[in-house]
């Protein structure tokens, strides 16, 4: 508690006030009020650690402003200092049975003053600091943590948010400390305290509820998602080995977790939630973690599963890149590729990216995979360019990639690194990524097309299509969407909004390409209607590396036209 204490001055006379302001010059956030309606006011609002309260005001006298606020639980906690003109004994009295902690004596003696409200302020903090904090870990108790989390939950009526309350427990505490003393004990739960604290942000709090037992309230969660991955970070953060004296300690945690709205809006229950949880996650082993909502339990947990699985085939390189051609029928030629990720699994099938790359956006592995998958198209176009091929490759982009600082950088490495020539890289982005803050987009964009690379807008007409930013973005190549390609032969409207793109593609001199063409009438409808450019099952399904190197090599005939 470094921080400056708030001292309020209740005083009716302006001159008196002028001078206790002077003798407390410096030493804390004075506030004032000169009846005492205003004192309680303000005192309701700012907390006051000090109140120096005039006896003797007009309507409502220091005793009664000092009556109210012992009475009020949130503000008991003041030292009120009366200051008084009177000498008696029996004004000293009934201040003090009112619960003053203090007495100042008009009139005031500068010195003296600052010295009472000092050590007023140092006795309230040394109370408090025996009251709310745990003086083995200087964290606060269960107390202060609960008075947190009823203070959260009365915010949440401004700022709607999901809170957690994360219940830790240290399974084998216990025996280490029995077997080793109390002192590696204590050193142990110290070091749990710092890692616990470590493992929060700045609005959260970390608290030591007794013995073994800790706890988080997490404000800085917005999903549960977010819950589960904070769990799982003070679980690898405790289960981390702990050295002591040269010795090693592997502590075992299990987290328990309540949601507030899910499992309960007031802090008793949510607290009694986490226990129960806790619980749930003792009983499903050790360095465990649950939710005490069963529902939550598993959708949160099997999402986690599933990411720790993505990043572990990243890391494995067990994700494969394939490849789907871009044709052009009237010049019988394959004029590039796109590249499109795949997550191969153990039996043989494979989790479409539609699954895997919304988890991978939102755990922020989509920058590493991102990266892997760019430095591997980039490869293989390289090597086909090296077999003759004059064909590019484009490659998928999502939000977080594109606003990621390192972006830029990532794919100027991968071109050096695999000698990439202008022309033959292009970046798939889809509408509304451009269409956010067209300025910088436009920076960047310009950025890009120096280095070479081609700027390709996908899945256009199913999102933020608006002519202004479409003119103004330096762009190469219009992707007409699927959905539109595949229902033009059938609906009226669909072929209508193909031949719009088609004209507007036109007029702003950009390149078109169809995907989903899957027979020959579409491919038919979008050459009469000027699209030349076709990407779909009936010329090509995305394949691996290999298998692509061979239809380069050997066309088709819906390719070559024999
Ligand atoms: P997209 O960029 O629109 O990619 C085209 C999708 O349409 C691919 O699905 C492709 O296999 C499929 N497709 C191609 N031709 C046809 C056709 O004739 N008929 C039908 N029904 N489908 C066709 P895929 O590979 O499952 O990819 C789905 C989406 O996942 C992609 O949509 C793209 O948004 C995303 N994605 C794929 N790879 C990556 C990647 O490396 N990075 C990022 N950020 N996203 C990727
Ligand atoms: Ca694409
Ligand atoms: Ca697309």
Known sequence: MLDLPIILLVDDQVSDLRVLGQALEGLGDVYIATNGSTALQLARKYRPEVILLDIEMPFMDGYSVCEQIKADPKLAHAAVIFVTSHQQTENELRGLKLGGADFLHKPINLPVARARVEANIKHGRAVRQLAYYDSLTNLPNRTLLMDRVSQALENTRERPARIG????????????????????????????????????????????????????????????????????????????PIMIANTRYDLIGNVGISVFPDDSDD??????????????????????????????????????????????????????????AK???????????????????????????????????????????????????????????????????????????????????????????????????????????????????CRLLERLRAQGVRISVDDFGTGYSSLAYLKRLPLDVLKIDQSFVRQMLDHPRDAAIVETIIQLAHALDLQLIAEGVETPEHARLLQRLGCEVMQGFWYCRPLPRTQMTEYLNAPPTTVTGL
């Open 165 to 240: 309350l994360l219940s830790l427990d240290l399974e084998n505490f216990k025996p280490l400390n029995d077997a080793e003393g109390h002192a590696v004990g204590d050193a142990l739960l110290q070091e749990v305290a710092k890692r616990l604290v470590g493992c929060c942000a700045a609005p959260d709090t970390a608290a030591r509820a007794g013995g073994q037992r800790f706890m988080m309230l997490a404000l800085s969660c917005q999903t549960l998602d977010d819950l589960g991955h904070c769990a799982q970070r003070v679980l690898d953060a405790v289960g981390a």
């Open 327 to 441: 044709v052009n029928p009237r010049l019988h030629r394959v004029v590039g590729v796109e590249a499109l990720v795949r997550w191969p699994q153990a039996d043989g099938s494979m989790i479409p990216p539609d699954r895997f790359i919304p988890l991978a956006e939102a755990s922020g592995l989509i920058v590493p995979l991102g990266e892997y998958v760019l430095d591997e198209a980039c490869r293989a176009v390289s090597q086909w360019r090296a077999q003759g091929h004059a064909i590019s490759v484009s490659v998928n982009i999502s939000p977080a990639q594109f606003h990621h600082r390192r972006f830029e950088d990532m794919i100027q490495q991968a071109m050096l690194r695999n000698d990439l020539m202008a022309g033959q890289l292009e970046l798939e982005i889809t509408e509304g990524v451009l269409a956010g803050d067209v300025d910088q987009t």
């Open 267 to 324: 802090a008793r229950t949510l607290h009694e939630h986490a226990g129960a949880a806790l619980y749930q996650a003792r009983q499903a082993g050790r360095g465990e973690y649950r939710f005490f909502n069963a529902s939550i339990n598993d959708s949160v947990r099997a999402r986690h599963q599933m990411e720790r699985d993505l990043r572990d085939a990243l890391d494995n390189g067990r994700l494969e890149v394939f490849y789907q």
